[in-house]
């Protein structure tokens, strides 16, 4: 019949239970004749001074554990183990991704890094009508580097001053990636005619010469480094940071859905270098339409967002017309039209169309939210934002694409000739808070690199837990070593 006597271990374990503790402390005041002061502990130790008592199942544990003390080291060196061999277990789920979550389709999508090569090679071989700049910023540590293509058709032919400035950017939120696929398509169709189907782009040449077009292909270059490492959840910046809630119109506002993770605005309004550049950019080019372009659904957007209500007067009525223009035209009015805080069913604050129309006068700000799987899992981050198969994605592409050049076209019917300002230069840029702020041009032709990144669990929520798992242990493990080290210090003066 097995014994039913514990072991050392157990016995060393019970003697610092605090009942044993007490009994110890009890019994060395009684061998040396004095009574404990209640008001020092929060036993009654007074039920064993004085008795030479000790509770069952203590005196053994105390008898073996002042022939054998514990050893701090070596408790320690097994609880390290233990939790090296638990971060191993955890770090080895991390890398498993679970069936229901769906990768990012790498036959279908372009890296950064490949984005990047091809565009350089575009506007190297078409540096009559496109240009780049690279421009950097920096902010309390962080820094980001944006991509700024200019298109301008017949340069010669017509002034400058006359024509209609439009400014699209793509890619603010990192986990949309199917909007830099579209802002790279579209760059192919305006230098290189590349084909879409059923359409006779020859008709919109006329009206590319009018046009003076700034395209950002990933503005958030940093928040999608970290989409494409496997946080395929998140679409905030590198620092952590909801760049489409870093603007200063009713910032830092918070709803009561309001959500950390997906929507934090930063220290301060422009705190994050990202909307410094984009926010001097709107100073410097002074565009007639800005397009914030995202995924998410399909919506056609315009100010307000941070309210449910449309801005007064005749420039709202204009911004309106042409949105129900380009949705009956292009879309059989499919696309919800309207304020995005009146339309999306939630309101945001600290936008960039907000800030945009209120604040910078930009005629036309709009958001175009251009894909959407409303049948996908909130945690499938990647499949609910952007489109998996191919026949969809190139449905998407040449859709939103086709969309642009019928905004092209509607802008300059509907633009009154006095909105048409002078063309702005982009050869000053100031720093808003940064440190530094900078501007090279930037027209290298660059090499495909569609490499494989290792896809991680992007889930924030295991994130979270395992971040706490390793507080909460380190912690534990501290006051336990602390605890061992302090009894054994006592143990040594009294005796």
């Given at each position: 019949m097995a014994s039913t006597q514990?072991?050392?271990?157990?016995?060393?374990?019970?003697?610092?239970?605090?009942?044993?503790?007490?009994?110890?402390?009890?019994?060395?005041?009684?061998?040396?004749?004095?009574?404990?002061?209640?008001?020092?502990?929060?036993?009654?130790?007074?039920?064993?001074?004085?008795?030479?008592?000790?509770?069952?199942?203590?005196?053994?544990?105390m008898a073996l554990t002042s022939a054998h003390p514990a050893p701090p080291l070596l408790v320690c060196r097994l609880l390290a183990l233990a939790l090296t061999l638990a971060l191993a277990a955890v770090a080895s789920s991390a890398r498993k991704i679970p069936a229901s979550i769906t990768p990012i389709s790498r036959d279908l999508y372009h890296s950064s890094d490949s984005i990047l090569g091809e565009i350089k090679a575009l506007v190297a071989r078409n540096s009559d009508t496109l240009t780049m700049d690279t421009v950097r910023a920096s902010n309390k540590g962080y820094s980001a580097e944006m991509f700024v293509v200019t298109f301008n058709h017949a340069k010669e032919t017509v002034q400058d001053g006359s024509k209609i400035k439009i400014m699209l950017s793509f890619g603010q939120h990192g986990r949309e990636l199917i909007t830099s696929e579209v802002a790279l398509s579209l760059l192919y169709i305006l230098t290189e005619k590349r084909r879409i189907a059923g359409v006779d782009l020859s008709s919109f040449e006329k009206i590319l010469e009018h046009l003076v077009i700034k395209v950002v292909p990933m503005e958030n270059f940093?928040?999608?480094?970290?989409?494409?490492?496997?946080?395929?959840?998140?679409?905030?910046n590198g620092r952590g940071v909801d760049l489409n809630r870093n603007w200063s119109v009713d910032w830092g506002k918070k709803e009561k859905d309001y959500n950390p993770f997906e929507e934090d605005p930063g220290t301060a309004p422009f705190s994050e270098p990202e909307a410094q550049i984009m926010q001097e950019l709107?100073?410097?080019?002074?565009?007639?339409?800005?397009?914030?372009?995202?995924?998410?659904?399909?919506?056609?957007?315009?100010?307000?967002?941070?309210?449910?209500?449309?801005?007064?007067?005749?420039p709202s009525q204009l911004m309106r017309s042409l949105l129900e223009n380009l949705n009956r035209r292009h879309f059989q009015d499919s696309c919800l039209v309207g304020s995005g805080g009146g339309a999306v069913g939630y309101l945001a604050h600290g936008t960039t169309t907000d800030y945009l129309?209120?604040?910078?006068?930009?005629?036309?700000?709009?958001?175009?939210?251009?894909?959407?799987?409303?049948?996908?899992?909130?945690?499938?981050c990647f499949k609910m934002f952007n489109p998996v198969d191919k026949t969809t994605f190139d449905r998407v592409i040449n859709k939103w694409c086709m969309a642009f050049l019928i905004l092209?076209?509607?802008g300059l019917r509907i633009l009154p000739g006095s909105q048409v300002a002078s063309q702005g230069a982009l050869d000053n840029w100031v720093p808003m808070g940064g440190e530094s702020l900078e501007?090279?041009?930037?027209?290298?032709?660059?090499?495909?690199n569609r490499q494989l990144e290792g896809l991680d669990l992007g889930m924030q929520e295991l994130k979270t837990y395992f971040r706490l798992?390793?507080?909460?242990?380190?912690?534990?493990?501290?006051?336990?070593?602390?605890r061992i080290s302090k009894n054994r210090n006592r143990e040594s003066g009294n005796f």
């Amino acid at each position: 019949m097995a014994s039913t006597q514990p072991n050392q271990y157990e016995l060393i374990a019970r003697s610092y239970h605090p009942t044993c503790q007490a009994a110890r402390d009890s019994e060395k005041n009684r061998k040396k004749g004095t009574e404990p002061e209640r008001a020092r502990g929060r036993l009654d130790f007074g039920r064993f001074a004085g008795e030479g008592k000790v509770p069952t199942g203590c005196a053994a544990a105390m008898a073996l554990t002042s022939a054998h003390p514990a050893p701090p080291l070596l408790v320690c060196r097994l609880l390290a183990l233990a939790l090296t061999l638990a971060l191993a277990a955890v770090a080895s789920s991390a890398r498993k991704i679970p069936a229901s979550i769906t990768p990012i389709s790498r036959d279908l999508y372009h890296s950064s890094d490949s984005i990047l090569g091809e565009i350089k090679a575009l506007v190297a071989r078409n540096s009559d009508t496109l240009t780049m700049d690279t421009v950097r910023a920096s902010n309390k540590g962080y820094s980001a580097e944006m991509f700024v293509v200019t298109f301008n058709h017949a340069k010669e032919t017509v002034q400058d001053g006359s024509k209609i400035k439009i400014m699209l950017s793509f890619g603010q939120h990192g986990r949309e990636l199917i909007t830099s696929e579209v802002a790279l398509s579209l760059l192919y169709i305006l230098t290189e005619k590349r084909r879409i189907a059923g359409v006779d782009l020859s008709s919109f040449e006329k009206i590319l010469e009018h046009l003076v077009i700034k395209v950002v292909p990933m503005e958030n270059f940093n928040g999608r480094k970290r989409v494409e490492a496997g946080e395929l959840c998140d679409r905030r910046n590198g620092r952590g940071v909801d760049l489409n809630r870093n603007w200063s119109v009713d910032w830092g506002k918070k709803e009561k859905d309001y959500n950390p993770f997906e929507e934090d605005p930063g220290t301060a309004p422009f705190s994050e270098p990202e909307a410094q550049i984009m926010q001097e950019l709107s100073k410097s080019f002074k565009p007639h339409i800005w397009v914030n372009v995202h995924s998410g659904m399909e919506a056609l957007f315009m100010p307000y967002d941070h309210k449910n209500t449309t801005p007064d007067g005749a420039p709202s009525q204009l911004m309106r017309s042409l949105l129900e223009n380009l949705n009956r035209r292009h879309f059989q009015d499919s696309c919800l039209v309207g304020s995005g805080g009146g339309a999306v069913g939630y309101l945001a604050h600290g936008t960039t169309t907000d800030y945009l129309y209120d604040i910078a006068k930009v005629p036309m700000p709009f958001t175009f939210e251009i894909y959407g799987d409303e049948k996908a899992s909130t945690d499938d981050c990647f499949k609910m934002f952007n489109p998996v198969d191919k026949t969809t994605f190139d449905r998407v592409i040449n859709k939103w694409c086709m969309a642009f050049l019928i905004l092209f076209e509607e802008g300059l019917r509907i633009l009154p000739g006095s909105q048409v300002a002078s063309q702005g230069a982009l050869d000053n840029w100031v720093p808003m808070g940064g440190e530094s702020l900078e501007r090279n041009a930037d027209e290298k032709s660059g090499n495909e690199n569609r490499q494989l990144e290792g896809l991680d669990l992007g889930m924030q929520e295991l994130k979270t837990y395992f971040r706490l798992f390793i507080i909460s242990t380190f912690l534990l493990m501290f006051m336990f070593c602390s605890r061992i080290s302090k009894n054994r210090n006592r143990e040594s003066g009294n005796f």
